[in-house]
């Protein structure tokens, strides 16, 4: 079982920055992907960024490479998200996910429980 905590949402000016961390407890060892995903009001979840451990394969949607940058720290278990130049429709609740393996080929997903971020235009 892996536990997912995510800390630094909040309220920011349209045009601030915001930093977002995540650290992972439990069995940490087995985890090769964190991520970011997001969801606004009435709309679906969606990919942020995501870091691979292994190779530090990075993926980001689209819309959002240039403003937001994926890190991690492995040892750490920790993946951080700095959001710059941040917009109203950045507005939304951030999930911190991660993808483990097992040695027996059985996959599991986590997600933390969320953190606000809200963009005042």
């Known amino acids: 079982q892996v536990h997912l905590v995510e800390y630094g949402g909040g309220l920011v000016q349209a045009g601030g920055s915001l930093r977002l961390s995540c650290a992972a407890s439990g069995r940490t060892f087995s985890i090769y992907r964190m991520g970011w995903f997001r969801q606004a009001p009435g709309k679906e979840r969606e990919l942020v960024a995501a870091?691979?451990?292994?190779?530090?394969?990075?993926d980001y949607a689209d819309s959002l490479k240039g403003r937001f940058t994926i890190s991690g720290d492995n040892a750490k278990n920790t993946v951080y998200l700095q959001m710059n130049s941040l917009k109203a429709e950045d507005t939304a609740v951030y999930y911190c996910?991660?993808?483990?393996?097992?040695?027996?080929?059985?996959?599991?997903?986590?997600w933390g429980q969320g953190t606000q971020v809200t963009v005042s235009s």
């Open positions: 996910e991660a993808d483990e393996a097992l040695s027996d080929r059985t996959l599991y997903h986590y």
């Open positions: 870091i691979s451990w292994s190779g530090g394969d990075i």
